[in-house]
Structures are given as structure tokens and as C-alpha cells.
């Protein structure tokens, strides 16, 4: 427990980078398992990809701000930043 709390407190470009991949990835397939069990049970409209793209996107906003505001680690809190804005262009552009 205490190699995992250290690993989450620190502060640094690559952490927040691998922290701003890692976490929508993991966001998008929850998004995508639980809407194909609520499709088991409740007639839900299946939407592309596309827009659970950017939905999994908002995971890094609550990331951002527990190390930005929470616990003001900025060099982390920037990572991720520099990895959603990449992550939203090249939705917009390529999506």
C-alpha cells in the first residue's frame, strides 16, 4: 500500500503524461462495458465511438484537478493537461 501512495504523490511531467493516457483509456472501457450491459436490459441508443471518446476525456478533468487544486502538484497537473489537449485535438481532427 505504501509503494502505491508513493507511486500516485509525485510530481512530474512524464507521471502526469502517463497518468493522462492511462486513465481514458480505462474510462472508455468502462463507458463502453457498461452501456453494452444497460443494452442488455434497457432498448439504450448504441452511438459510435466517437463521442464516448471524448466522454472518457472528462476522467482527466477530475485527474487535473485533484493535482492541481487537491494536493498542487503542477508539473503533474500540466502532464496531463498537455496529454488531453492532445488526446481532444486529435479527436476533432481524425474522429
Known amino acids: 500500500m505504501d509503494f502505491l ?3 500516485i504523490n509525485k510530481d512530474s511531467y512524464a507521471f ?3 497518468a493522462g493516457l492511462v486513465l481514458p483509456v480505462l474510462f472508455l472501457f468502462l463507458i463502453i462495458f457498461l452501456m453494452r ?3 442488455l436490459f434497457f432498448p ?3 452511438y459510435h465511438y466517437e463521442k464516448y471518446y471524448l ?3 472528462s476522467a482527466n478533468l477530475l ?4 493535482y492541481l487544486v487537491g494536493i498542487k502538484y503542477v508539473k503533474t ?10 488526446l ?6 481524425f474522429g
Open 5 to 7: 501512495k508513493r507511486a
Open 16 to 18: 502526469g503524461t502517463l
Open 37 to 39: 450491459v444497460l443494452a
Open 44 to 46: 439504450v441508443p448504441v
Open 55 to 57: 466522454l472518457s476525456l
Open 63 to 66: 485527474l487535473m484537478r485533484y
Open 77 to 86: 497537473g500540466k502532464g496531463i493537461l498537455a496529454v488531453t489537449f492532445v
Open 88 to 93: 481532444m485535438l486529435l479527436i476533432f481532427v
